[in-house]
């Protein structure tokens, strides 16, 4: 993904010193801690939200970059030291953006495997009754992934010199707020346009429940059926509908053209051409939606009654998707093994060189310089004391509440390890961390294991779930650490007060994350339910996650035979596209290739809405960045923060209004909304 200029800046080595900046003597902070987790819970909340749409999150770098310091900067200058005065830096607004990132992370958790495991019943009747197994769950996964992740520091970035796009752009983004002669006023402008764009995006979002048809969704091929072009009522049943989603073209911002147009080009092919043609075919059934208004079908439907001679639409597609998020991620493993091999070596090498039992060869390992003073760095004693205690927290969580034996526990933990290397590697270099491919490549293994023990169809279904999530987290939570370890490279920040800030945020992130995911589900109880027709969330990561563990726990897979044809060809496809991407295509025109696992997330998405809004957001970005760079430098991260932020915030806003009875479903209009039934 292209971050502004980036391909023509250096982001091997750290940034130069200023000569006229004052020393930094205190990084870790109370202030940074505190307002980098709030900052961080915001995020949390809108990941939840976000995943629950569309099955993205997104971290919180840039809004934790720029907003910390709209705070921190003029509390240092106008507070007592006592009161959170003094000199506010580049290196302590790191630590700040750390927090804010860990806060952000694990909603993943909550808008994939788990509403899965409730919509399979696999777990109590709500989330609301299992709040205390879902707060201990989400421990297991919020510390691993942090510190085993810390030997991997040297090998990733001072060796690999990976770029980590998010994490350059967040130093890049802290560096020019506090370091040159424009750096003021630069810094009043960026968090002008933050602030501007994060109100615009809750106003919308929260006014727009009352009014939807109007605001927020246009039902265009809807009303033109109405006047009389009945036959384009076909594209309506389809999900081809514009949402004036702010968060949705802020990400298209971000990700650029490649991802965004994959994950249109994904969804035009799912839900235009081989929708249509297997319902065509008598492959796949919709259901009729109004009677009142021929060719009006519901082509949403999820349920398993007959789901291999009668499946609907989008069951038939979630098979082809989820195949080519597996086959995308393991073809990317395949191609770069050799580097994956090198960096669990290098690993291995590290932390029995630290135990002094390595007695092989250590030039590769001493050739590596280090820029950070060694009381900066983490300690041994400290990441090892915080993976230790996790391993065995997950041990006994796993075994008292879910009752895995600890043998497959430790088993599922190796097998996290591994496959966080798929996340460190592609974040590096992409900066797409596969996270939810990561967990079902996990699944499938496990799911096997469960058949192989004996296990029922119900028990194994839980064990590959609970494993895949436990990949998921660790993937997430090390990706974020290496990220920002890769800042505070740049930034000359310490290791020690980044990895201080992430666990600090990482307690946050537990609490915030399984919190909102239950009030979600009381607010908008389909999300945990196949038993509703509609609902405000499609939930595409829930649907991959259910099918996965549905097939690799059942006795004969439920997959249509046309749908595995087809999945097998596109899973083909997907491979080819990485190998001619390494092997054929040379590096500067790999964002021409298409991105498969856009295209698979196209797939299982079941609404258009929001790759539509990507596709304009970053259609808007890129003429912005060609034509006018200077502005593009200047607001367009912070415009993008802000309509994330902004809209994820509103979203929560809604689901309390929701629980308290006052929302637009209740007190809202239904003009503009098909058949005059509310449509927020």
């Not at 058949?451 to 609970?466: A, D, F, H, I, P």
């Not at 060609?626 to 991260?637: A, D, E, L, N």
Request: charged share 10%.
């Amino acid at each position: 993904m292209p971050f502004g200029n980036l391909g023509n800046l250096n982001t091997d080595d750290p940034f130069p010193i200023d000569p006229d900046a004052p020393i930094e003597e205190q990084q870790l902070t109370a202030r940074a801690l505190l307002v980098g987790c709030g900052l961080g819970a915001v995020i949390a909340a809108s990941n939840v939200y976000l995943g629950l749409k569309t099955g993205w999150t997104f971290g919180a770098s840039l809004f934790g970059s720029i907003f910390g310091f709209a705070i921190l900067k003029p509390l240092s200058t106008a507070a007592p030291r006592y009161l959170g005065g003094g000199y506010f830096g580049p290196k302590e607004n790191n630590v700040c953006q750390s927090a804010a990132t860990a806060a952000g992370s694990l909603g993943l958790l909550f808008t994939s495997g788990f509403p899965a495991a409730y919509q399979l019943g696999l777990l109590g009747a709500s989330p609301a009754d299992d709040i205390g197994r879902l707060f201990t769950f989400t421990i297991c996964c919020a510390f691993f992934g942090l510190s085993f992740s810390v030997p991997l520091r040297k090998f990733y970035i001072l060796k690999l010199k990976l770029v980590f796009p998010s994490s350059v752009a967040a130093a890049y983004t802290i560096q020019s707020l506090h370091v040159g002669k424009s750096a003021a006023a630069d810094a009043k402008k960026k968090t002008k346009a933050l602030i501007i764009s994060f109100c615009c995006a809750i106003t919308l979002r929260v006014v727009s429940e009352y009014a939807p048809g109007l605001l927020w969704d246009w039902h265009i091929f809807y009303a033109l059926s109405r006047v009389g072009w009945t036959g384009i009522i076909s594209a309506e049943s389809w999900g081809w509908i514009w949402e004036w989603t702010p968060a949705f073209i802020g990400c298209g911002m971000l990700t650029g053209i490649n991802t965004s147009y994959s994950f249109l080009g994904g969804s035009f092919l799912a839900w235009a051409v081989v929708g249509p043609a297997i319902v065509s075919m008598g492959k796949a059934f919709g259901i009729p939606m109004d009677d009142g208004v021929p060719g009006y079908m519901n082509y949403d439907d999820m349920s398993l009654t007959d789901p291999i001679n009668h499946p609907s639409p989008r069951y038939w597609l979630v098979w082809p998707g989820t195949l080519m998020l597996l086959c995308t991620s393991f073809a990317e493993v395949a191609c770069n093994s050799k580097t994956l091999f090198l960096a669990a070596r290098n690993a291995m090498h590290t932390m029995l060189g630290r135990f002094r039992m390595f007695s092989g060869d250590d030039d590769a390992k001493d050739a590596i310089f280090d820029p950070v003073p060694e009381e900066e760095r983490v300690p041994l004693w400290l990441w090892g004391s915080v993976l230790l205690t996790s391993i065995v927290i997950t041990c006994i969580v796993m075994g008292v509440q879910f009752g895995q034996n600890v043998g497959v526990t430790l088993l599922a933990i190796l097998f996290a390890f591994l496959f966080s290397f798929i996340g460190c590697e592609s974040s590096g270099r992409t900066n797409i961390n596969p996270v939810t491919s990561i967990g079902n490549a996990s699944q499938l293994i496990f799911g096997g294991l469960g058949k192989g023990r004996g296990y029922s169809v119900q028990r194994g279904e839980l064990l590959n779930t609970l494993s895949g999530l436990l990949a998921l987290g660790a993937a997430e939570q090390a990706s974020d650490m290496i990220g920002d370890l890769k800042t505070s490279h740049l930034i000359r920040a310490s290791p020690r007060a980044v990895f201080m800030a992430q666990l600090c945020g990482a307690i946050v992130s537990i609490f915030m994350a399984a919190g909102i995911y239950v009030v979600f589900s009381i607010a908008y109880p389909c999300i945990n339910s196949l038993e509703f027709t509609t609902c405000s969330f499609p939930t595409p990561d829930v649907q991959s996650w259910r099918a996965v563990s549905v097939a690799v726990s059942s006795t004969t897979l439920p997959i249509p035979p046309s749908s595995g044809y087809t999945a097998i060809g596109l899973g083909i496809a997907a491979v080819l596209s990485v190998v001619v991407k390494y092997y054929v295509v040379p590096p500067k025109y790999h964002a021409w290739v298409p991105n498969f696992n856009a295209i698979g997330i196209g797939f299982i998405m079941n609404v258009c809405t929001y790759p539509l809004a990507m596709f304009f957001g970053s259609t808007i970005a890129f003429v912005w960045r060609t034509k006018f760079f200077p502005s593009y430098q200047m607001y367009c991260y912070a415009i993008a923060a802000g309509f994330i932020a902004g809209e994820g915030l509103g979203g929560i806003v809604n689901a309390v209004l929701t629980i308290a009875g006052v929302s637009g479903a209740v007190y809202g209009t239904t003009v503009g909304c098909p058949g005059g039934v509310y449509c927020g």
